[in-house]
């Protein structure tokens, strides 16, 4: 896998700003924009998650990655349940509905594959970079020994 600079290469983000674009225009349709709270809180859950993999990739490290991609997925799921009160309300049609599932799914097995990649990564970033000589007690040969050390 090639090194990723900026949260905008990665795949699941692109397509978790898609499904947020979508989110807004289906939101923007008669009855649903009218109805407010369901409204914002669609809005919102898509938002976070396209926000959570961006503000994980900009933590610089793995395990942090993995706790906002989790939450992404998490809110992914919200967005989802939401769609189906949107459907049960009529605010959308079982095409639109399916359009949007197919779009969710996608989205949703891009978080899940990046998350098992960094899992099987190993431990990277700044904030697991440590020193082990500066901690008292401690081997010179731990678990995250393969880590660049500094002082």
Not at 12 to 25: D, G, H, M, Q, T
Not at 59 to 78: D, M, Q, V, Y
Request: charged content about 30%.
């Amino acid at each position: 896998m090639s090194t990723l600079t900026r949260f905008e290469d990665i795949e699941s983000w692109r397509k978790a700003r898609e499904l947020a674009n979508a989110v807004y225009a289906l939101t923007r349709q008669s009855q649903f924009a009218k109805d407010f709270c369901l409204r914002d809180q669609i809005r919102r859950s898509s938002i976070s998650v396209m926000a959570n993999i961006a503000e994980g990739f900009e933590r610089e490290g793995n395990r942090e990655f993995i706790n906002f991609l989790t939450t992404a997925k998490a809110s992914h799921a919200e967005t989802k349940s939401h769609l189906y009160l949107a459907l049960d309300q009529h605010y959308i049609t079982t095409d639109e509905f399916a359009k949007m599932d197919s779009l969710i799914k996608d989205t949703a097995r891009l978080i899940g594959g990046f998350i098992r990649y960094l899992q099987q990564a190993e431990v990277s970033g700044r904030k697991f970079q440590r020193s082990v000589s500066n901690r008292p007690g401690l081997a010179s040969s731990t678990r995250n020994s393969k880590l660049e050390t500094r002082n």
